[in-house]
């Protein structure tokens, strides 16, 4: 139990263009899910919490125009990376916690890496 | 400032030897600690977890950790290590109460056959 999907697991793009990672929770329904950016050889740094119904809340350096997060349903939650650079390249993480789970455990998902051309 | 530091960035060790990596957090309030796996070209996996109660934690796989308050440490152990335990290892912390995790920098260990 507690998968958690991301799709696609790789994508390369040209500059400029904009790209969208999806997140799904499998079996489980999750109110709150997260975004992560990955850095080579560097620890999951949190980009921003995605809340089900509501704007997300983003991480203090994170720009929200260029990072857009949409959670339209208890299942999915989906990053959109606008008009993407070479600098956004990375490899970006999502995870999620159950509904009405009394602790706090987030479940992570595969990832995704993004190369921009 | 509220930190989690991993002090060993890279550890080598030989098959059936003892592990210890350290984990040491910076945060104000009750806290939640984990241990969480990497393995090559895979997702991160729960090892173990920490919330309250003994605080020397089982988790999965023979791995154990245990939180001192005093320390603001909660280190992962193996007493003996597999090849199949080569892996990226990242402690975090998150505030009792919120789901909002902070990760460490991550130990790659690398156990040799």
């Known amino acids: 139990g507690a998968v958690v999907s991301q799709h696609p697991s790789r994508v390369i793009c040209k500059s400029g263009t904009s790209v969208k990672i999806e997140c799904r929770s499998l079996?489980?329904?999750?109110?709150?899910m997260f975004w992560y950016r990955q850095f080579p050889k560097q620890s999951l740094m949190l980009m921003a919490t995605?809340?089900?119904?509501?704007?997300?809340?983003?991480e203090q350096g994170v720009e929200k125009d260029k990072f857009l997060i949409n959670h339209a349903s208890l299942t999915l939650s989906t990053l959109t990376v606008t008009s993407a650079h070479p600098e956004d390249s990375s490899f970006y993480i999502c995870s999620a916690s159950p509904v009405g789970q009394v602790t706090d455990t987030q479940y992570f998902g595969p990832g995704t890496r993004l190369t921009v051309l | 400032a509220q930190s989690v530091s991993q002090h060993n960035h890279h550890v080598i060790l030989s098959e059936a030897a003892s592990l210890e990596l350290g984990c040491n957090y910076s945060?104000?309030?009750?806290?939640?600690l984990f241990w969480y796996v990497q393995y090559p070209g895979q997702h991160l996996q729960l090892l173990l977890k920490y919330f309250s109660g003994d605080p020397l934690v089982k988790g999965i796989k023979g791995f154990e950790a245990e939180f001192i308050k005093s320390k603001f440490s909660f280190n992962l152990r193996k007493p003996s290590v597999q090849w199949s335990d080569t892996a990226e290892y990242f402690c975090a912390v998150s505030g009792s109460g919120t789901y909002k995790y902070i990760f460490g920098t991550g130990t790659r260990l690398k156990v040799l056959a």
């Open positions: 945060y104000g309030g009750t806290v939640n």
């Open positions: 995605s809340n089900e119904g509501s704007k997300a809340t983003y």
């Open positions: 079996d489980f329904q999750a109110t709150t």
